[in-house]
């Protein structure tokens, strides 16, 4: 079979190999892959890597053969899945409670969207608790976790507002359900709170601005790469907010309390429904990953990036 392996002699620092078929464990099914979707994440670790591996985290395609121990979906089923490394293959084993079924009306290529950029956006709006009539803001508004954020935290009845950097994706950031965008400065979004709920993707020195605007007893979910993992705060205006917080979300770390199955299939629920609508930017053959996940890196497209696995 073919995968995309890590390669630092390469173009990108991927190569298209081939590679012996994947055997599962009991609890794992194999699944045929046929769309992938990237992360910002996986694509640093993977070009910072001098060793040969198969990164990815997010799959959808079709189970070839179902887990041994009976758990899971079954062959032929349409699925969605998350690894922790390994997706970018065109078979993978795959933990039968990592994989959620696939509603006939959901295209493929959405779905792959969903497992790391869903997952985190889900798992940030349910640390809030109830939203109706809250107000949440969403930094990085415009990219993958962040649109689905804006998103889900307007189908819970939160009136949201939306930070990003680029004019040109105030209008997408609107449509999915921001009733205030603020382009450039952080602190413009200060007028619209306080907040019950924050979900930051960015860190750094909005992560430090934002912060100050909770409300009382509200949350910041901090999902942003550690690329910038020192920054300042102002300490009064937190301590001076009764019970507001701060904390840090890793998908990993939570799929050890709930399995990636559960959410996946609310989600997939939710883009059945017409209620959730992943924004493609990039679609390619995976035979372009370099180039896609060059782009990818350097912000030059919001939303999603898919590639289809020949």
């Known amino acids: 079979m073919k995968a995309i392996v890590t390669d630092p002699q390469a173009e990108g620092h991927f190569a298209l190999v081939d590679l012996a078929e994947p055997t599962p464990y009991p609890s794992q099914a194999l699944v045929r892959v046929k769309a992938i979707s990237l992360n910002r994440g996986e694509v640093r670790r993977a070009r910072a890597s001098q060793e040969r591996y198969v990164p990815g985290w997010d799959l959808a395609g079709e189970v070839m053969q179902p887990a041994a121990d009976g758990s899971g979906p079954k062959a032929g089923v349409r699925v969605v899945g998350y690894l922790p490394s390994g997706a970018w293959a065109q078979q993978v084993a795959v933990p039968a409670n990592a994989l959620a079924e696939v509603p006939d009306s959901v295209p493929l290529n959405q779905a792959a969207t969903l497992p790391v950029a869903g997952l985190t956006a889900l798992f940030s709006i349910q640390k809030a608790g109830v939203l109706l009539g809250r107000r949440v803001l969403v ?13 889900l935290a307007y189908r819970a009845g939160a009136v949201v507002a939306g930070i990003t950097r680029h004019p040109e994706y105030v209008n997408m950031v609107r449509d999915a359900g921001a009733s205030n965008v603020v382009v450039g400065d952080p602190a413009g979004a200060a007028g619209f709170g306080p907040y019950h709920l924050i979900c930051d993707g960015v860190g750094g ?30 300490l009064r205006a937190v301590v001076q907010t009764p019970s507001a917080h701060l904390t840090g979300l890793l998908v990993l770390a939570e799929l050890k309390n709930e399995p990636a199955s559960i959410g996946l299939a609310r989600l997939l629920a939710l883009i059945k429904d ?17 180039e896609v996940s060059e782009r990818l890196m350097e912000r030059k497209f919001a939303g999603k990036a898919v590639l289809l696995v020949g």
């Open 205 to 234: 020195d909005t992560l430090s601005t934002v912060v100050s605007m909770l409300a009382p007893g509200g949350i910041c979910v901090t999902y942003a790469p550690l690329t910038q993992p020192e920054i300042t705060l102002n």
């Open 139 to 151: 930094t990085g508004a415009s990219g993958g976790v962040g649109d689905f954020a804006v998103q």
């Open 274 to 290: 017409g209620r959730l609508r992943p924004h493609i930017a990039v679609e390619a053959p995976w035979e372009q990953v370099a």
